[in-house]
Nanobody, 119 residues
Framework: QVQLVESGGGLVQAGGSLRLSCAAS????????MGWYRQTPGKQRELVAS???????TYADSVKGRFTISRDKAKNTVSLQMNSLRPEDTAVYYC?????????????WGQGTQVTVSS
């Protein structure tokens, strides 16, 4: 059983910061591309950031320069440092793990954590 458990969400004022963490109970953690997605009602789930085991990162244009994704191999975790938060960042954030060789068979999602940015 593979589990992804997010933590760190909450309520913050505009301009503030939050750090999200995802603990992954997966074998061969380095075989997964890890990412954070977010979703609001009526919108498609969108990629916020992703990182490979080699450290290659991808960011949505809307968060570049404000968010940083990182992974800790020893702890099997991936984090998302979110700075200069804006009300439009409000969403449910989901941790994602996609197997680099068999993504169709082995892709996993966390339960989501709410991030609310007030004005």
């Amino acid at each position: 059983q593979v589990q992804l458990v997010e933590s760190g969400g909450g309520l913050v004022q505009a301009g503030g910061s939050l750090r999200l963490s995802c603990a992954a109970s997966v074998r061969a953690f380095s075989n997964y591309r890890m990412g954070w997605y977010r979703q609001t009602p009526g919108k498609q789930r969108e990629l916020v950031a992703s990182v490979t085991s080699g450290g290659s990162t991808t960011y949505a244009d809307s968060v570049k320069g404000r968010f940083t994704i990182s992974r800790d191999k020893a702890k099997n975790t991936v984090s998302l440092q979110m700075n200069s938060l804006r009300p439009e960042d409000t969403a449910v954030y989901y941790c994602n793990a996609e197997h680099i060789f068999l993504p169709q068979q082995y892709t996993y999602w966390g339960q989501g954590t709410q991030v609310t940015v007030s004005s």
